[in-house]
C-alpha cells in the first residue's frame, strides 16, 4: 500500500509535463471595449485550482502594431488599480476632456505666438530652433 501513493504522485507530474506541452485554450469573459477597438477580458481568480489572482488581458485590433493606446481607466483596470472595468460613458468623458486640454494649449500657443509643437500628436518631440539638435551641430549644420 505504501507504493500506491508515490505511484500516483509520479503519474500526476508526468500527466502535468504532457499537457505544458499542449496549447491553452484560454477563454475569459467579454467585459468591455475602447473606442481604439480593444477588447478586454478577464479570468475570476479561483483559488480551488490555485488561482489567487484575477487574471485580465486585452487584445489590440490589430495584432502586430506595436504602437498601440489604451485608455488610462482601462489600463488601470488591467493592473488591478480598480476593481470594476470602466463604463463606456466614463471613457468618452475623459477623452473629450484630453481633446479640450490639446485645443486650449494650441490656443494659448498661438496666443503666445509660439508655433505648436504638438502637430502629430503625442509621439512627437517639439523641435525648437534655439536648441541643438544633437551636441555642437545646430538644426542649420549639414552633416
Same mark, same amino acid.
Do not use: C
Given at each position: $500500500?505504501?507504493? @500506491?501513493?508515490?505511484?500516483?504522485?509520479? $503519474?500526476? !507530474?508526468? %500527466?502535468?509535463?504532457?499537457?505544458?506541452?499542449? #496549447?491553452? %485554450?484560454?477563454? *475569459?469573459?467579454?467585459? *468591455?471595449? +475602447?473606442?481604439?477597438?480593444?477588447?478586454?477580458? @478577464?479570468?475570476?481568480?479561483?483559488?480551488?485550482?490555485?488561482?489567487?489572482?484575477?487574471?485580465?488581458?486585452?487584445?489590440?485590433?490589430?495584432?502586430? +502594431?506595436?504602437? %498601440? /493606446?489604451? #485608455? #488610462?481607466?482601462?489600463?488601470?483596470?488591467?493592473?488591478?488599480?480598480?476593481? @470594476?472595468?470602466?463604463? /463606456?460613458?466614463? !471613457?468618452?468623458?475623459?477623452?473629450?476632456? $484630453?481633446? $479640450?486640454?490639446?485645443?486650449?494649449?494650441?490656443?494659448?500657443?498661438?496666443?503666445?505666438?509660439?508655433?505648436?509643437?504638438?502637430?502629430? *500628436?503625442? @509621439?512627437?518631440? #517639439?523641435?525648437?530652433? /534655439?536648441? /541643438?539638435?544633437?551636441? *555642437?551641430?545646430?538644426?542649420? +549644420?549639414?552633416?
Amino acid at each position: $500500500m505504501s507504493q @500506491e501513493p508515490t505511484r500516483r504522485l509520479w $503519474m500526476i !507530474v508526468f %500527466q502535468n509535463f504532457i499537457n505544458s506541452f499542449k #496549447p491553452r %485554450q484560454i477563454s *475569459g469573459t467579454l467585459k *468591455g471595449t +475602447d473606442h481604439f477597438g480593444n477588447k478586454y477580458y @478577464e479570468i475570476p481568480r479561483n483559488a480551488s485550482v490555485g488561482q489567487q489572482r484575477t487574471s485580465r488581458w486585452y487584445d489590440p485590433p490589430v495584432k502586430d +502594431d506595436f504602437m %498601440q /493606446e489604451v #485608455p #488610462p481607466e482601462w489600463e488601470a483596470w488591467l493592473r488591478g488599480r480598480r476593481r @470594476e472595468p470602466p463604463d /463606456e460613458e466614463e !471613457v468618452l468623458k475623459n477623452l473629450a476632456i $484630453m481633446h $479640450m486640454k490639446k485645443k486650449n494649449a494650441k490656443i494659448v500657443d498661438a496666443q503666445a505666438g509660439k508655433k505648436t509643437p504638438m502637430s502629430k *500628436g503625442m @509621439e512627437t518631440f #517639439p523641435k525648437y530652433t /534655439e536648441y /541643438e539638435v544633437s551636441p *555642437g551641430k545646430s538644426e542649420n +549644420d549639414s552633416h
